[in-house]
Structures are given as C-alpha cells and as structure tokens.
C-alpha cells in the first residue's frame, strides 16, 4: 500500500499525516469517517488537507478507529 503524505510546518518541524490513505484504504466516506469520530466532514478535510491540527483527544480517536497507535498516523519531522 502507498502512503500518502502531506506535510505541514509545525514549530520546528514538519508535520505529515496518513489519514486520508487509511481512510480511503477502508472506502470510508469523508463523511462516513466524520460520523465514526462525532466531527464534521468539513472538520475530516481539514486534518487531510492539513489545514488543522486534530486535538490530542481526537488524534487517539482516530488511531482508534484506524486501529493504530498516533505514531503510525502522525509524524512529526525536524527540518
């Protein structure tokens, strides 16, 4: 499975996530996704495109549903 990633500017970092490749690698909707987390689908696009950062509670959410650890989802790189 590839994985798409999508870097955003953190402090002095990078931050990428896979949250879109492993939503879609379930065939989960946007919208199917957001109803499983109790957020809005405009909210599932942001973090994928990222455009907004997922609180702590809801990033391990997300490694819930995905059945993963946030690690696996979100890495954090220096530049």
Known sequence: ????KVALRVGDGVMNNRV????AARKWTQREFAERLGIS???????????Y??????????AGLFETTIEDIFEHRAD
């Open 1 to 4: 499975m590839r994985r798409a």
């Open 20 to 23: 879109k490749a492993m939503r």
């Open 53 to 62: 950062d997922p609180s702590l509670p809801l990033a391990f959410k997300i």
């Open 41 to 51: 689908r405009q909210s599932v696009h942001a973090i994928e495109t990222q455009k």
